[in-house]
C-alpha cells in the first residue's frame, strides 16, 4: 500500500501565519506544548474518530495553530502515521499507525507487566488470579494464575465468557460511560445466561454495575461456575480507561479475608505500571 503525497501546507485555506501571541489560533498555552505532544494529541484524536476528519476540525478540536497543525499532518503523512485524502480534504491514520497497534499485540506488555503482580497476588490469597480484557460483550482471559492445589478453572487463558456474568466484566463495564455500555446491551438478545443467573434487562445491569461503582470492585457468586465466586476490580490507563481487569477465583464457602483489597492493590499497581492511574478505591483498606 503506497503513501498518499505531501499535502499542501493549506489544504482547507490559508494558513495562519506563525510568530506572536497565538490566541487567534489556541491561545498562548497551545503555542507553549511541545511538538512531541501535539503529534500524541493529533494521532489520539484521529484514532477516536469514526472517519476521516478536515485539518480544520482538528485545530479546533485541539486548540492547535491552523498552520501547527497543517505542518505536524505533513510530517505524520510522510512518515506514514497519517493517510491524506486529497479529494475529501481530509485525514486519516495510516499504515504506520496500524503497524503500532500490531506491534502492542506481538510484544503483548500488558500481560508482562501484569504478570508479576498476579503471581505475587496468588500467593498471597492461596486462590487461583487471573487478568481478562474487554471485547464487546465479552471477556477474553489473557492471564491465568493458579494457586498450588487449586482446581482448574473455566477462566483459561484465551476463553471468553459473557462481560455482564463475570466480576472482571462487570468491573470494567462499570468504568465505561453509561452510553457505551447501552450500546453494548440494546436488548434482551444481549443477555446470555450460563446458570439462569445474572441480569437480563439493561435496568438490572445498569443497577449491579452502580454498586460495583459505588463499592470499588467487582463480584459474582455461582453466575460463571456453580459453587464458586469471584472478586475483581479494573485497571486504567492513562485517560481512565478500563483496559483489563484483575480477579480472584475462589470456592464461595471460604472466601478470604481483605479479598477485594488484595484485588485493588494489584489493580491500582497494574494500572501504574501501564501508565494509568494508580490510586486505590477509598474503600480498599476497609
Known amino acids: 500500500m503506497t503513501r498518499s503525497a505531501r499535502p499542501p501546507v493549506a489544504d482547507g485555506g490559508p494558513a495562519a501565519a506563525d510568530g506572536g501571541p497565538a490566541a487567534a489560533d489556541g491561545g498562548p498555552a497551545a503555542a507553549q506544548v511541545p511538538a512531541a505532544t501535539q503529534v500524541l494529541a493529533i494521532l489520539r484524536y484521529l484514532a477516536r474518530q469514526a472517519g476521516p476528519v478536515a485539518a480544520a476540525a482538528i485545530a479546533r478540536d485541539l486548540a492547535l495553530p491552523r498552520s501547527t497543525t497543517y505542518h505536524l499532518l505533513a510530517t505524520l503523512v510522510d512518515a506514514g502515521f497519517v493517510v491524506h485524502l486529497p479529494e475529501e480534504r481530509r485525514y486519516a491514520l495510516g499504515v504506520s499507525a496500524y503497524e503500532l497497534g500490531t506491534g502492542y499485540t506481538r510484544q503483548a506488555p500488558l500481560q508482562r507487566l501484569a504478570r508479576v503482580p498476579l503471581a505475587t497476588l496468588a500467593d498471597?490469597?492461596?486462590q487461583s488470579a487471573h487478568l481478562a480484557v474487554l471485547h464487546g460483550r465479552e471477556v477474553i482471559y489473557v492471564i491465568e494464575e493458579r494457586a498450588p492445589g487449586r482446581p482448574p478453572l473455566v477462566t483459561d487463558v484465551g476463553v471468553r465468557l459473557p462481560a455482564q456474568l463475570t466480576a472482571s466484566g462487570r468491573a470494567m463495564l462499570a468504568a465505561l460511560p453509561k452510553a457505551g455500555v447501552r450500546a453494548l446491551f440494546p436488548d434482551a438478545a444481549a443477555f446470555v445466561r450460563r446458570h439462569d443467573l445474572?441480569?437480563?434487562?439493561?435496568?438490572?445491569?445498569?443497577?449491579?454495575?452502580?454498586?460495583?461503582?459505588?463499592a470499588g470492585f467487582a463480584t459474582e457468586d455461582g453466575e460463571v461456575t456453580p459453587g464458586f465466586a469471584s472478586v475483581a476490580a479494573a485497571v486504567h490507563d492513562h485517560a481512565g480507561h478500563p483496559v483489563a481487569a484483575v480477579a480472584v477465583t475462589y470456592p464461595a464457602d471460604e472466601q478470604p479475608e481483605e479479598l477485594a483489597a488484595a484485588v485493588l492493590r494489584t489493580a491500582a499497581e497494574i494500572s501504574r505500571r501501564v501508565g494509568g492511574r494508580g490510586e486505590r478505591h477509598p474503600r480498599a483498606g476497609s
Not at 445491569?205 to 460495583?212: F, G, Q, S
Open 198 to 214: 445474572g441480569p437480563t434487562t439493561y435496568a438490572e445491569l445498569r443497577r449491579l454495575l452502580t454498586a460495583v461503582t459505588r
Open 124 to 126: 498471597r490469597i492461596g
